[in-house]
């Protein structure tokens, strides 16, 4: 059983910043990439940014390219999403998920992000 918890979200001002993190727990070796995605009412989830384990491939959705950076702390088995020069088209549910083998498998139950104009 694997367990993603997501903390850090909350209300901001237009142009402001929040982290994000996702913290993995249970029957797990944490080397897979991992990924963040966010659903805003009534849309469609939609992926913002992954790494895998050795940091080397990171991407990023276009919406956030340049204002969000995603990075990982494998001893601690933490992922984490810095966003910066946050707009309301921003406001989301962020969620971390876990890939196992070429999907994303394990989903945490996401934090409220709100960005205020």
């Known amino acids: 059983q694997v367990q993603l918890v997501e903390s850090g979200g909350g209300l901001v001002q237009a142009g402001g910043s929040l982290k994000l993190s996702c913290a993995a727990s249970g029957r797990i070796i944490f080397t897979s990439t991992m990924g963040w995605f966010r659903q805003a009412p009534g849309k469609e989830r939609e992926f913002v940014a992954s790494?895998?384990?050795?940091?080397?491939?990171?991407a990023y959705a276009d919406s956030v390219k340049g204002r969000f950076t995603i990075s990982r702390e494998n001893a601690k088995n933490l992922v984490y999403l810095e966003m910066n020069s946050l707009t309301p088209a921003d406001t989301a549910v962020y969620s971390c998920?876990?890939?196992?083998?070429?999907?994303?498998?394990?989903w945490g139950q996401g934090t409220q992000v709100t960005v205020s104009s």
């Open positions: 790494i895998d384990w050795n940091k080397n491939n990171i």
């Open positions: 998920a876990m890939k196992r083998g070429n999907n994303y498998y394990y």
